[in-house]
């Protein structure tokens, strides 16, 4: 491949602004100012003295050849002159290979080389076409004979072809003319012999010419690739974001970056040569991947520092020669310390429910699915056992939420002590807690404990003073024998419980096949579901939404509200579960969008709705039919409606669940994260660019005036949201001081009792009406 020489590299380079490459030029279409231009604008200095001299001795040549000939006092003024535009086109060849490339330099048009060419043939040709008819026949054959050997001369003009068929073409001329003129007095065969001559330099010049072209091109190519490589190189290490390294076949440091260097607090002068194993603690996977001379990344390594303990993660391939010989590795590493401690945070928070420290429901789960394994492989059976706190309702609505609370971490402390070693307590959300026993093999062991637990709970309670007492509602299942999956188990456990609390409350039940009363009032509770569907008998409450910046109302959360012609107000979380069981979310769910939209509909632009989507709703393909429907029918713009679902929706089939939340975001419809940090928590679920918010549960929110380890937990969620471009909504705003709080820690909406309670639709309304311009609150 043929490559510009160093010197004119370095030329190149010095004209160059700092950290300008050659591949940074641009290229002008009228004339040569790109990196394969500069490098034809060297090749073509470097080359100029070839051709100058080579047009130089042919006229000379011609000279001697001629000088007894007619016209003998033209041929040394033409040869001065000849020589003298070739020594000053070679000059000027090589001024534009220093002056003419680069960013800075001027560019070149290529007629203006062509013309250089042209000049030089013209001068050259203009004596011996001059000359040529009144020489004798030798003397011709002679002239016609060096003609065609100057077109050779083009090789020096072959890294710009344009010059090249210049050339050629001039001199092409230049023999016709010269053979017309003689062609009465040369001979055929001399003709022909001067012809082929001329012939085999065209396709000789014109066969390099174009190969030469190809090959400053590639090199231009290469060179700017390379160029660019090293550049994007220099960019990762300097902007900090990793650092790069490699080792010989004897895994020793042949190059190390500075910040590794840095970061083991040894100059990088002393990691050469050294065992980049043991450099790293001589971990071991570390050790096998090297060994396997195959290439890997993601490799994830504690390393002890002079900074303390570090997370890195390092990727490497094999450097193989051209003989197929292994030579070692190179690769890239970074410090991901604080990626980690951020998921080791989110584990947590996925984990462990915010109010009491406990494992939360996901958890529990989790802890009842090994148990459950336990069991059936060694037939030790297991037990899970549902709490249910009575009386605890009007402790919130007597004493307030943060004294509540206060009450739910006493319960928490005790349940711990009764269940000690033998139990893992967490809480389920509310007033509901539940305590895996992997060992239940004792009946007897497990009723002690219940009647321990509620005998502890019952014991009164002393908040700021006050004197709270409460009682505690136990159902229990034993697994395999009940249940022989998770879900089905918690069913049994559900029922269970749902029998304690019709018993009186305060008491301990167990499944059994009695229980199977409980589930026919079940079936009759779907019954009525259906019922209720048909004659209207759901209708929507509306909690307010409000600006954090301005207190301004913004929107709504719809709430669907159930008063049973016999049973009376039935909570959203008695028959929702049941219409989730029985297929029946999907109506209901239409039913919610219907009215919230028609509400919507009705109230000003600036206002918007939000609506509660079950996850058993949400896996239904119909789902954005009925929105679409639905937006369409009231003509309600889909940016005023706001869907919300929890993080339970991606237990099961996150592609399914994905595609349907695609389609709603098609449609305009924010999609908020609802409860964010109670359930399933997951960077990988917001990163699937279909939230627009994010809703804080009011747990986090009460406890942050006592916990400083909740305001960074909730610093720590607006941050990720704002990341991801989210905004915030935080829930159960009670007091000013919680309100405030959330402000400054910026939450863009506020949704809690301090600002309204749900309503009706006409309360809703009047709210609109008349405090929609105004702050609610303050």
Not at 119 to 136: I, K
Not at 298 to 305: D, F, P, V
Not at 526 to 534: C, K, N, P, S, V
Not at 743 to 767: E, H, V, W
Request: neutral net charge; contains cysteine.
């Amino acid at each position: 491949m043929y490559e510009a020489p160093d010197r004119y590299k370095r030329m190149i380079a010095a004209r160059l602004p700092d950290g300008e490459s050659v591949a940074a030029t641009t290229a002008e279409t009228d004339g040569l100012a790109s990196p394969l231009k500069d490098i034809q604008l060297l090749s073509r200095g470097q080359l100029a003295p070839f051709f100058a001299l080579a047009n130089l001795a042919a006229a000379l040549l011609l000279t001697a050849a001629l000088w007894s000939s007619p016209g003998t006092g033209l041929l040394l003024p033409w040869s001065l002159v000849v020589g003298t535009a070739n020594i000053v086109a070679m000059r000027w060849a090589q001024q534009q290979a220093v002056t003419c490339v680069g960013r800075s330099g001027k560019a070149v048009p290529v007629w203006q080389l062509a013309g250089d060419v042209l000049v030089r043939a013209a001068l050259w040709l203009s004596l011996p076409l001059y000359l040529f008819p009144v020489l004798d026949p030798a003397a011709q054959v002679i002239a016609a004979s060096i003609i065609a050997g100057v077109g050779v001369a083009g090789l020096g003009l072959v890294v710009v072809p344009a010059c090249a068929s210049a050339w050629m073409c001039s001199f092409t001329f230049g023999l016709c003319a010269a053979l017309f003129f003689g062609r009465a007095t040369i001979p055929f065969q001399h003709m022909l012999s001067i012809a082929f001559t001329l012939g085999v330099s065209i396709v000789g010049v014109l066969t390099v010419a174009r190969w030469a072209f190809r090959q400053l091109k590639a090199n231009a190519e290469y060179g700017s690739k390379s160029e660019s490589a090293s550049l994007l190189l220099q960019e990762y290490e300097q902007r900090g974001v990793g650092w790069l390294w490699q080792i010989d076949g004897d895994n020793r440091v042949s190059y190390i970056s500075s910040r590794m260097s840095a970061l083991l607090g040894r100059p990088s002068g002393q990691l050469l040569g050294q065992s980049l194993p043991a450099l790293l603690g001589g971990h071991a996977e570390l050790g096998r991947v090297l060994l396997d001379k195959r290439p890997f990344q993601n490799l994830e390594m504690e390393l002890k520092t002079p900074h303390g303990m570090r997370w890195i993660s390092i990727a490497g391939d094999p450097i193989i020669d051209t003989a197929g010989r292994f030579e070692g590795f190179r690769g890239v590493g970074s410090d991901i310390t604080d990626i980690r401690h951020t998921q080791e945070r989110l584990t947590t928070l996925a984990n462990m429910d915010v109010l009491s420290g406990l494992p939360n429901r996901a958890r529990v789960r989790q802890l009842l699915g090994e148990a459950l394994r336990v069991a059936t492989s060694s037939n030790v059976p297991c037990a899970i056992m549902f709490l249910d706190l009575d009386g605890f309702k009007p402790v919130n609505d007597t004493f307030g939420h943060p004294k509540g609370d206060a009450v739910l971490q006493a319960v928490a402390k005790r349940l711990c002590t009764q269940a000690g070693p033998d139990g893992t307590v967490g809480r389920m959300g509310g007033d509901e807690f539940a305590i895996v026993v992997p060992d239940a093999q004792s009946r007897r062991k497990v009723e002690q404990l219940a009647d321990r637990i509620i005998a502890a709970i019952a014991e009164p309670y002393t908040i700021d003073g006050i004197e709270i007492r409460i009682g505690v509602s136990v159902g229990c299942a034993f697994g395999p024998i009940d249940g022989a999956t998770v879900d089905d188990l918690i069913l049994k456990a559900d029922l269970a419980l749902y029998q304690a609390k019709d018993a009186g409350r305060g008491v301990a039940r167990y499944f059994s096949h009695e229980l199977q009363s409980e589930q026919d009032d079940r079936v009759r509770l779907e019954a009525d579901i259906r019922q209720a569907l048909t004659t209207r008998q759901f209708h929507l409450a509306f909690q307010p939404l409000v600006s954090a910046r301005t207190q301004k109302l913004v929107g709504f959360e719809a709430l669907i509200r159930w008063n049973h012609p016999q049973r009376g107000f039935v909570p959203p979380t008695a028959f929702i579960p049941i219409a989730e069981e029985c297929g029946l979310m999907g109506p209901l769910g239409e039913f919610v969008i219907e009215e919230a939209c028609k509400a919507a509909a009705s109230w000003p632009e600036p206002i918007t709705v939000a609506v509660n989507i079950s996850p058993k709703q949400l896996i239904l393909p119909s789902l954005p039919n009925a929105v679409a429907q639905a937006l369409a029918r009231h003509k309600l713009p889909g940016n005023r409606l706001e869907l919300e679902v929890t993080e339970g929706v991606f237990l099961e089939d996150d592609a399914r669940t994905l595609a349907v939340l695609g389609r709603l975001r098609a449609l305009g419809v924010g999609i908020a994260l609802d409860d964010f940090g109670t359930g399933y928590s997951s960077i990988g679920y917001l990163n699937k660019a279909v939230f627009h918010k994010l809703k804080i549960d009011g747990s986090f929110v009460r406890e942050a005036g006592n916990k400083a380890g909740n305001v960074a937990i909730i610093q720590s969620i607006v941050q990720l949201a704002k990341s991801f471009r989210m905004s915030i909504t935080a829930e159960g705003v009670e007091t000013a001081e919680d309100f405030e709080r959330m402000r400054d820690l910026g939450c863009d909406t506020i949704q809690g009792y301090l600002f309204g309670k749900p309503l009706s639709y006409d309360r809703a309304n009047q709210m609109v009406l008349g405090l929609g311009a105004k702050k609610l609150a303050g």
